[in-house]
């Protein structure tokens, strides 16, 4: 049950320290990635010349950040695609490629159909999967199971951020067996993560503040999520959880892609949420907010401590605590998931179950 929260959503906001403890508990041992579970052999983690990540929703936004992570570390090409487009488009797929199905429930008609799609054409499959015993679980070749525990709520939270622990998970791994990173920089990456349960409560402490800012927010007609990078990846959830709990209309933007046309859009007080965790892409997506801002843009930013200087611009600021910025993703999400959540309760919807919305979609 709710054990005394309101909604089954800031339940399971809460259980993510403790969901994303238990991701890294099942792989990491003694210091290091182990994914004999898993069943992938470092020979077949040397031969993987392409990867596919396929999902849909969220599972597609953790696949976004993937893609940044897994190329950046393990130097691996890797192409996402939303299920319901790959499974009709007649993928051309690598022999030596690993297809990457992500997914909660395991059950995502669209996903399963791309996972047999890829088995079909006999290109090893993965899947990254919540629901124990699931179709997508037993079907893949290999499994690595997210250990957030039964999600209640439509709207993602936990399982959002174990997908996003295995991904790093696989990133790290695949870069030490590959020989892009050094050991040292692998035993850094490593006890990195396993300080991320503890960050994400930092921020989860923070929560007042970001209640009496969403609360402002209930009348928003429109509202902009802009990054650059891995900041884009969660500019695409952010703004998911937004729209489908709170019924604002919000759209994600890749922060230099907004004067080819969405910057038109903008209004006075306009609400403009930049991410920037990406330390070499501060300054770009500070100065898309600077215009934004000329254009009578509101502001908010989630940032890192430390980057002050965001006060000058931002109206509203949100600081979540340093990391390694490929893990970043993993605490920015947290005050854009409580935005969502806030905005929702102060309009008095259903928060955990909104209109025309399904838990796991077993349709295409
Ligand atoms: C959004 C959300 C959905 C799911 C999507 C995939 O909050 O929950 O976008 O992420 O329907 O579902 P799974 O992961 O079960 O395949």
Redesign the pocket.
Known sequence: EKAGYEHFMMKEIQEQPKAVQDTLNSVIHENKIDLAEVGLEEEQIRDVSQIYIV?????YHVGVAAQYVIEDLARIPVRVELASEFRYRKPILDPNGLVII???????AD?LAALREAKSKGIRTLAIVNVVGSSIAREADNVFYTLAGPEIS???TK??STQLIAAYCLAVQFALVREEITEEYYTELITEMQTLPDKIRKVLDDKERIQWFAAKQANARDIFFIGRGLDYAISLEGS??MK?ISYIHSEAYAAGELKHGTISLLEDNTLVIGVLTQSDLYEKTLSNMVECKSRGAYLCAVTSYGNYSIEDTADFVTYIPKTDTHFATSLAVIPLQLMGYYVSVSKGLDVDKPRNLAK??TVE
Do not use: D, N, P
Request: proline share 0%.
């Open positions: 999902a849909c929703g969220s599972a992500i997914s909660q429930s395991g059950e995502t996903s439509v709207a993602t399982a959002y998911l959880k489908e796991s979609v």
